[in-house]
Structure formats: C-alpha cells, structure tokens
T-cell receptor
Framework: GAGVSQSPSNKVTEKGKDVELRCDPI?????LYWYRQSLGQGLEFLIY????????KSGLPSDRFSAERTGGSVSTLTIQRTQQEDSAVYLC???????????????FGEGSRLTVL | AQSVAQPEDQVNVAEGNPLTVKCTYS??????LFWYVQYPNRGLQFLLK??????LVKGSYGFEAEFNKSQTSFHLKKPSALVSDSALYFC???????????FGTGTKLQVIP
C-alpha cells in the first residue's frame, strides 16, 4: 500500500520485557515522527527524524526509549524493560517536510497498541 | 516556536447544526496551523492547513477553519454537522524551527442525532 505501515498492530507483553515497534513510512517522505497516545489522551511527541540530520529526541520519556531510522526509511522504536505506564498506542507519521514553508501535512499509520501486563 | 491550545475537552452539537471546535495559538513569526481528525480506533487524518493567504481555509469533508490574527485563533467549523463527524479533533503546529509538530490536547466532538 501507499500509506504509512506500522507493525505489530497489537502487542501484549509482560513488565520488564523489551519491545520493538516498526514503522514503514510513505516512500520519499523525508520526515518521520513517533507519538504516543494514552487512552483518551492527546498526542505526546516522542522523536522526530528529518533526512540525515540528527534526530530530535526531546520527547523521549526516559532512557528506556530509543529509536532509529535505517537508510532514511524504516524506523524502529524500542522500549526496554517495559513498565505498565508504557501501555499506549504508538503512532508513527511521515511527511514531505518543505524547507522554508513549514512542515507538510503528516500522514499517520494506524498505530501499534502496546499493553504491558 | 509555536504552540496551540484547545480549550474544550468535548463539544456536543445536534445533527444539522453548525459546529465549531476551538483552537488558539501562540507564535513568534508567521503561524503554520493544521487540523487533524481521529475516528475511533484509527490513526489521525489531515483535514486542512493554514500557511498564508486567505483567512478562511477549506478542507476535507466539508470542514473549514478561520484564521483570526487579532484573536490568535484557528477555529474549525462546519455549517451542518453529521453524526459521522463524531470524532477526536486535534489542532497542530510545527515548532522548534518549523520542524517538530506538536498537537493540542484534542477535542471530542459528539454529534447527537
């Protein structure tokens, strides 16, 4: 498909385990974002990748969270030693960032719902 | 840097009535503003954006938004609400040098048949 693809769609894990969430952005989109949405809550910014620039990690809540983007395309968000408060929907988005005119619209995936028992 | 605020957690409107979902912004420089919609158990979808130009911006599904510089607002509007418009609406703006996009807290719109 042509949209943003996220996997897994649902993940149930035990407290203390590590999890990896994957995002496959729209081909050609240089910007990639991760957000977290807790039940009934707004979107919490986690991390932003733009081309080959250093990522903006200012939203990562702790050092248990990390993300990488390989080859300017697929991204993986890793949560180590998961805690119950990590339970949320993790949303990935990509965009064609237009330099000098602000950010283009974001295209979101369906999200990965993480449940930590 | 820019930030947005959505003062209402929930808005209820009768089907067929006009609807307004509020958003205010604070910005240094020219504002870039967006509206997104999230239907139940789905990701977010882009509705419309204001970059520059006309203060009334038209978007998807019959929605429009009015940019008001004096009131620093960017309210989302629709002349006649549909039950299918019931969803969570987010105002957004890029910040940090027009790179990182941050979202408001969201407003739940409930259209009552």
């Amino acid at each position: 498909g042509a949209g943003v693809s996220q996997s897994p769609s649902n993940k149930v894990t035990e407290k203390g385990k590590d999890v990896e969430l994957r995002c496959d952005p729209i081909s050609g989109h240089t910007a990639l974002y991760w957000y977290r949405q807790s039940l009934g809550q707004g979107l919490e910014f986690l991390i932003y990748f733009q081309g080959n620039s250093a990522p903006d990690k200012s939203g990562l809540p702790s050092d248990r969270f990390s993300a990488e983007r390989t080859g300017g395309s697929v991204s993986t968000l890793t949560i180590q030693r998961t805690q119950q408060e990590d339970s949320a929907v993790y949303l990935c988005a990509s965009s064609l960032a237009t330099v000098g005119r602000g950010t283009g619209e974001l295209f979101f995936g369906e999200g990965s719902r993480l449940t930590v028992l | 840097a820019q930030s947005v605020a959505q003062p209402e957690d929930q808005v209820n409107v009768a089907e067929g009535n006009p609807l307004t979902v509020k958003c205010t912004y604070s910005v240094s420089g020219n504002p870039y503003l967006f509206w997104y919609v999230q239907y139940p158990n789905r990701g977010l979808q882009f509705l419309l954006k204001y970059i520059t130009g006309d203060n009334l911006v038209k978007g998807s599904y019959g929605f429009e938004a009015e940019f008001n510089k004096s009131q620093t607002s960017f309210h989302l509007k629709k002349p006649s609400a549909l039950v299918s418009d019931s969803a969570l609406y987010f105002c957004a703006a890029p910040s940090g040098g027009y790179q990182k996009v941050t979202f408001g807290t969201g407003t739940k719109l409930q259209v009552i048949p």
